[in-house]
């Protein structure tokens, strides 16, 4: 769900549960008065930097008219090493719009010599980024080799009683310390991921400051095919307990969230199940003769004919009548769109909330309702989803971080007259890996000439492969279509030198029953063949396209994650000239294959045979599985090496003797 659903959800959180006398103030943060630059150990001296001390203090207040305040600080003390860590220090990016309410920003510069050169608030300036926000930022003054610098940012935030900390980045920590500072009556949990700590929980003057403390956390590299954002060291809180209004109750629980949710989503007026009705009757969805179809051709009217506007949060703005009239909606209200014709239909779907497994994920054994982010459909009757708010997927195909991993499904059930549900935390599947493939069918023939190649080929791209290709080809204009299909054509043929180009099955609902999209081009190429004295030598390996290398001199360490499981089937035929014979033909044969209790769950294998005048390669590479363990790296290296040798692979052509 996203952040705007969840905050209309808490409206009732900060109210009457909080009517008690006002706790002391937040006591401001501190640093020394004469600081020195630290000697480190010799074993950081080729890191770029190091972070010496990171603190982060989340801290609510009791305030008059019965409210409560959240306030949050960042402490950091960071050592520059080299000229890549004062470029990478020198400007100081804070997580704070422009209507922050800023507390305070302090910063200094500490140099070898003593010297302290202190923040110009002058300096701190306001960035505009894509998604339309305005963040603050500041610069550094006077970094060389050997300094420090020191600074800290207290700003007031909109209260939220779950929360998530990474407290691990590219360069080692020293020292990491992490406060949750509330007033004695609130009792949050802290749970760190990736790495173990045991929280503290002290009361002191009637707050209460649950923390955790740790040292010598390492700097993280980003690897290929892992989940670096999820693997991280990270801290999650919650507010778990309030020991006067609710002592000994669990707060924010699965259940009480998928309540929450249900009576969302599932708000209408008469008024509004009138006109659903309406709308249902219009279309004829209710003449239809199979719940598939009924699910494919409501999610295809409302995608066509509404659109999703994230940022529209107000109730007004999401009322179904509003959403039905004006034909936009924000995900309160394109969620109560769906769930209002599915009903009138009868057919049975469940609300489904998930993470995202590149970023976070939901825990079962910890309800921090912010993990929450992405609203699903799912129909038990067919076991698939769809994804409302994405106009770029249609059932059953979802974004595919947002599967694999945990979702909160709220299951329907009825109490006497009542209506609500009931949550269920598990796996959201996807599709089989077989359904899923990027295939290329291609045929190659030399030129009289022999100096150049004829290349008739298809790309054929079906399941989670064909989504990001029907996308820019249906939004995208007849300039912007013309430049991907040049970029295909190069990536694959080495040139943009196109004869003939189509796209075929680009539309959207053609996914429904899993059309393959496919790019048909013939292009001419000089790129792929060059003339050696008598022999001819053919970049065979290129027209399988660019391939992923792994060589990697630092041991791996994290486990592999994929955005999909797929196959990636070639078949390829080259026409050999008259008078020609290939004499390395084997150097298309590679076999790189894992099995898992008996079965394949990962490989490349290619072969070859030749008739004729035409030689056929055959490649299979497939990936069964999106995850696959740190223990079986060396298995997936060999195999994602296996396309990159192929890739290398030259053909010598010489003329029979």
């Given at each position: 769900m996203k952040k705007q659903a969840l905050s209309l959800l808490a409206v009732a959180l900060s109210s009457a549960p909080y009517l008690y006398a006002q706790a002391p103030?937040?006591?401001?943060?501190?640093?020394?008065?004469?600081?020195?630059?630290?000697?480190?150990?010799?074993?950081?001296?080729?890191?770029?930097?190091?972070?010496?001390?990171?603190?982060?203090k989340v801290e609510f207040v009791d305030e008059p008219k019965d409210e409560i305040a959240e306030y949050y600080t960042l402490h950091k003390i960071v050592h520059i090493n080299d000229d890549r860590g004062i470029e990478y220090y020198n400007k100081i990016y804070l997580g704070i719009t422009e209507n922050a309410d800023i507390v305070e920003i302090k910063g200094r510069t500490i140099l070898p010599g003593g010297k302290i050169v202190e923040l110009d608030k002058s300096n701190i300036k306001d960035i505009k980024e894509q998604d339309g926000n305005v963040y603050k930022i500041f610069a550094m003054e006077g970094l060389e080799k050997g300094c420090e610098i020191e600074y800290y940012y207290t700003y007031k935030r909109p209260v939220s009683y779950f929360g998530r900390e990474v407290v691990q980045g590219n360069v080692p920590e020293l020292e990491t310390m992490f406060q949750v500072i509330t007033p004695d009556r609130l009792r949050f949990e802290i749970k760190p991921y990736n790495f173990t700590v045991t929280p503290t929980d002290t009361v002191i003057s009637s707050r209460r400051i649950t923390q955790c403390t740790f040292k010598e956390t390492a700097g993280a590299d980003e690897e290929k095919y892992a989940a670096y954002q999820t693997n991280l060291r990270r801290i999650e809180f919650r507010l778990s307990y309030n020991d006067v209004t609710r002592k000994g109750e669990r707060l924010f629980t699965w259940n009480e969230m998928a309540k929450r949710i249900f009576g969302v989503y599932t708000y209408y007026t008469d008024k509004d199940t009138k006109k659903i009705a309406d709308m249902v009757?219009?279309?004829?969805?209710?003449k239809l003769d199979d719940e598939v179809s009924k699910i494919t051709a409501v999610e295809s009217y409302v995608k066509k004919k509404f659109s999703y506007n994230e940022e529209l949060t107000s109730e007004d703005g999401n009322n179904l009548t509003g959403v039905i009239q004006n034909k936009v909606a924000g995900t309160i209200g394109t969620l109560r769109l769906y769930?209002?014709?599915?009903?009138?239909?009868?057919?049975?779907?469940?609300?489904?909330?998930?993470?995202?497994?590149?970023?976070?994920?939901?825990?079962?054994?910890?309800?921090?309702?912010?993990?929450?982010?992405?609203?699903?459909?799912?129909?038990?009757?067919?076991?698939?989803?769809?994804?409302?708010?994405?106009?770029?997927?249609?059932?059953?195909?979802?974004?595919?971080?947002?599967?694999?991993?945990?979702?909160?499904?709220?299951?329907?059930?009825?109490?006497?007259?009542?209506?609500?549900?009931?949550?269920?935390?598990?796996?959201?599947?996807?599709?089989?890996?077989?359904?899923?493939?990027?295939?290329?069918?291609?045929?190659?023939?030399?030129?009289?000439?022999?100096?150049?190649?004829?290349?008739?080929?298809?790309?054929?791209?079906?399941?989670?492969?064909?989504?990001?290709?029907?996308?820019?080809?249906?939004?995208?204009?007849?300039?912007?279509?013309?430049?991907?299909?040049?970029?295909?054509?190069?990536?694959?043929?080495?040139?943009?030198?196109?004869?003939?180009?189509?796209?075929?099955?680009?539309?959207?609902?053609k996914a429904n029953t899993n059309q393959p999209l496919i790019l048909h081009t013939k292009t001419?190429?000089?790129?792929?063949?060059?003339?050696?004295?008598?022999?001819?030598?053919?970049?065979?390996?290129?027209?399988?396209?660019?391939?992923?290398?792994?060589?990697?001199?630092?041991?791996?360490?994290?486990?592999?994650?994929?955005?999909?499981?797929?196959?990636?089937?070639?078949?390829?035929?080259?026409?050999?000239?008259?008078?020609?014979?290939?004499?390395?033909?084997?150097?298309?044969?590679?076999?790189?294959?894992?099995?898992?209790?008996?079965?394949?769950?990962?490989?490349?294998?290619?072969?070859?045979?030749?008739?004729?005048?035409?030689?056929?390669?055959h490649i299979m590479e497939e990936y069964r599985k999106t995850f696959y363990p740190l223990s079986q790296f060396d298995q997936f290296r060999k195999i994602i090496n296996a396309s990159s040798d192929f890739n290398k692979v030259v053909l010598v052509l010489e003329k029979k003797g």
């Open positions: 103030r937040i006591e401001p943060e501190k640093w020394a008065d004469k600081p020195v630059v630290s000697k480190l150990d010799n074993k950081y001296s080729k890191e770029s930097a190091v972070v010496l001390f990171d603190k982060r009757a219009g279309n004829g969805w209710d769930s209002a014709i599915f009903q009138n239909l009868g057919i049975n779907f469940q609300f489904v909330l998930t993470g995202n497994r590149d970023k976070f994920i939901i825990d079962k054994g910890f309800e921090n309702w912010n993990n929450c982010d992405n609203p699903l459909f799912y129909f038990p009757a067919e076991g698939k989803f769809i994804a409302p708010t994405r106009p770029d997927y249609r059932y059953p195909w979802i974004f595919p971080s947002w599967g694999g991993t945990n979702g909160l499904f709220c299951k329907h059930t009825t109490l006497g007259n009542f209506s609500t549900a009931i949550a269920e935390i598990k796996n959201v599947t996807l599709e089989d890996y077989a359904k899923t493939t990027d295939n290329i069918e291609a045929r190659l023939e030399l030129s009289p000439g022999l100096d150049s190649l004829t290349i008739d080929d298809r790309q054929i791209f079906t399941g989670y492969a064909a989504t990001s290709f029907r996308d820019a080809f249906n939004y995208s204009n007849e300039e912007q279509k013309t430049n991907i299909i040049k970029e295909l054509a190069k990536s694959y043929a080495s040139t943009d030198h196109i004869l003939f180009s189509e796209i075929l099955n680009p539309e959207f609902d001419k190429s000089s790129e792929l063949v060059e003339k050696a004295g008598n022999k001819l030598l053919l970049k065979m390996g290129m027209a399988i396209g660019p391939q992923v290398e792994m060589y990697q001199e630092k041991p791996r360490q994290e486990p592999m994650n994929i955005e999909y499981a797929q196959i990636e089937e070639r078949k390829i035929d080259f026409v050999i000239p008259d008078g020609y014979k290939i004499t390395n033909p084997d150097d298309l044969k590679i076999d790189q294959t894992f099995q898992e209790n008996g079965e394949l769950t990962m490989g490349f294998v290619s072969s070859y045979e030749i008739k004729g005048n035409v030689l056929s390669i």
